[in-house]
Nanobody, 126 residues
């Protein structure tokens, strides 16, 4: 069973930066994509960014485009989310997920991901 462990969350002021990491215990044949999702206190979980493990295609939601960057280090089995120019509305629990995505557009679909981390809290103050 693959395990995901997120780290890097914390509290920052608006305009600041954080880098989230997600360490996977291993990659298996059943995994070809990884993604970041977030859920605010009063909102449903939403897609933030996703990427194929081979790096061919990535997705970043319009709400964070130009501010967040997703990347991965296959050798380290680690997924990253670089978050710059953070806004108070970015405050949420951020979850890392792994799964098998059938199309590039499916990188944003939660039901493509069957393995989830425990989450890391990001709080942005104004």
């Amino acid at each position: 069973q693959v395990h995901l462990v997120e780290s890097g969350g914390g509290s920052v002021q608006a305009g600041g930066s954080l880098r989230l990491s997600c360490a996977a215990s291993e990659y298996t044949d059943g995994i070809n994509c990884m993604g970041w999702f977030r859920q605010g206190q009063w909102t449903e979980r939403e897609a933030v960014a996703g990427i194929y493990i081979d790096g061919t295609t990535s997705y970043v939601d319009d709400s964070v485009k130009g501010r967040f960057t997703i990347s991965r280090d296959v050798a380290k089995n680690t997924l990253y989310l670089q978050m710059d120019s953070l806004k108070p509305e970015d405050t949420a629990m951020y979850y890392c997920a792994a799964g098998f995505c059938t199309t590039p557009s499916s990188l944003r679909w939660q039901y493509m991901y069957n393995i989830w981390g425990q989450g890391t809290q990001v709080t942005v103050s104004s």
